[in-house]
């Protein structure tokens, strides 16, 4: 099988490649760039003039619910709605019904999204059993059944000499770590960021400290463990700042953002805005300000949806006792090139912090069009103005604050290994 | 967007959700309305017709009885049908949640709710979800609000202070927690009150509590120096954990209201407290009983207050359900 786009304008970050060329595949590998390969076939094309076509983008954070929370959103919804939004794999935590701390379940989750055939799903394994904070997980067992890395997803493993020991048995495979750092007494019952508007909505409150205790924590244990470990969607300038100088001392850590928390602010809340209630919570404008300088710094390597599909239901109650998260698969590209479009990226720099870079979190071979590599590819048009409609979401989870935004940028094809996975339908175009 | 939930499309004040947001010229209707009101429970007959027909549904999720009381009253002078419901709610998503229990109430014709739950952003929730012509009082959400509460208060201040304009307010006790001083604050300001101070320990001042407009103090004798009015809160025992106040004693010796402390103030200041008191906890009996307090004025206050705030509410209510 032979298929070539045609004339697109090929951003390949890992490879410098920035300029329209021809991209030709072949059994679903990239085959080469510009000239055919010899023997080469077209049994395909696709005319991309006009259209920017980069690697398949890779989301770090993503629940897809299924198994143990069907009743929000199911594998396939949720594959369907990644394609959509040009996500070609996924990272999932391991906080499914039940957890993924054996490698039966990491298996099983891996082979009913290769039934979909839609994106890849790389799941993370729980660092402790059943994300009790108690017991190790047989690590070699979840690195062998393809875990990308170990993680206690939103549950603090509270005890210090437990934690060591965990992230310390995760290097001994090379498995790194991802950690949502934070301080369950100081997070308390808190749903909002401590601040103006936790005292003005009389809101619980999570304080700054509820992070940066944390990750003073953990990063005092990678220290003297030199375990690979990933902060999972720092929310607070300080923290950030932290993790930079853990970075210039060349502890083995790395950091991503959540795109909501690079476009809003605690101040979005308005009035009980049950949509802009997520976790870690919207920071004041300062901590925003930093989230984006880290992406600039360097600090920040990618940018991930965090990804959250809530039934109806789950936000319509007050404040406090709706449920935090936002279904983002379908805003992540148009969210990140509002960034490009505000000068802060460049498309490039924008387009690495979904791809490569997250690949190099992930240490997956993917996020690049190099030659052999698979043919995992996105292809948007850039100049596409729309008007973002949560109610026309994929995802089953219509859960996203940013309805009724104007975006620039939309996909219009997705291939998976070399197949269409999903073809704007033209009255979209 | 706050002022386009509690105003309709006329102007017409439409749900009393929060102080926030509301015109000067709103509040002073408001009280100048309770003020027609006040002579009112003296009467031989003491009920008017304002509300006859209309249904009012106390919907207290979480229990008080001193203030549905207050609001059945009001409700009953101004000769409306009342139901008091307190429904038990489950936290968990099993139960019946709120909007199914308003939308069930409202299937059966009612006109006005007024909502007490446990939760900030209660009151809010229920007015996004009911049709133009149901109006929703808001009883106390959680820690958020408290607007009626303050505006009986806003009230009796000004039936002793006869202007704002030139007022220094100290509020003391648990601010963090206390959705009464959160719509004080806002209708302080609104009215003009030039100084407004918070007094508590470290630990009961929310954060950047200055950006509502107020002064805070943790020193009580400081804090009183020459204020005009001093509204003491409740203190909640059971929401300090241990760790908010060290202990009772300490607390009443720093932050109670004794005679001494209140000669920090000026000589004709007013004590107020929205009830119910703790006494030796937050105040003295002496002071909660003595010349400057009005608390009982409060009390008597809070029944007009009511009715004016129910019958500006429904009085615009029959151009909204033709629209």
Redesign the interface.
Known sequence: MGMVIRNGRVIDPAHNVDGNHNLYINDGFIAALDDPPEDFETDREIDANGLVVCPGLIDLRARLREPGQEYKATLDSELSAAVAGGITTLCIPPDTNPVIDTPAMAQMIQQRAWQIGKSFIHPLGALTQNLEGKTLTNMAGLDEAGCVGVSNALVAVKDTVVMRRAIQYASTFELTVFLHSHDPWLWGNGVVHEGEISTRLGLPAIPEAAETVGVARDLALIETTQAACHFNGLSTARAVDMVARAQREGLPVTTDVTAHHLHLTEHDIGFFNTLCHVAPPLRSQRDRDRLISGLKDGTITAICSDHQPHEPDAKLAPFSESEPGISGLETLLPLTIKLVIENVLTLSEAIALLTIKPAQILNIDSGHLGVGATADICIFDLESEWTFDRGKMLSRGKNNPFHNWPFRGRVTHTLIGGELAYTRQSENL | ??AD?QYDQTGQLRHFLTI?GLERETLVHILDTAESFITFGEREIKKVPILRGKTVVNLFFENSTRTRTTFEIAAKRLSADVINLNPTRL?T?KGE???DTVKTLEAMHTDLFVVR?A????A??IAHHVPPHVAVINAG?????HPTQAMLDMFTIRQYKKEFNNLNVAIVGDIL?S?VA?SQIHALNILGVPEIRVIAPKTLL????E??GVHPYSDMSLGLKDVDVIIMLRLQLERMQGTLIASEQEYFNLYGLTGDKLAHAKPDALVMHPGPINRGLEIASDVADGPHSVILNQVTNGIAVRMSIMAIIMGGQAGRRET
């Open positions: 967007m706050i939930m926030e936290s998503s949640s709120v909007l739950d939760h900030s952003g209660a809010f929730l959400d959680g820690r958020h609000a927690h959705r959160r929310p954060t950047e509590v950006r509502l």
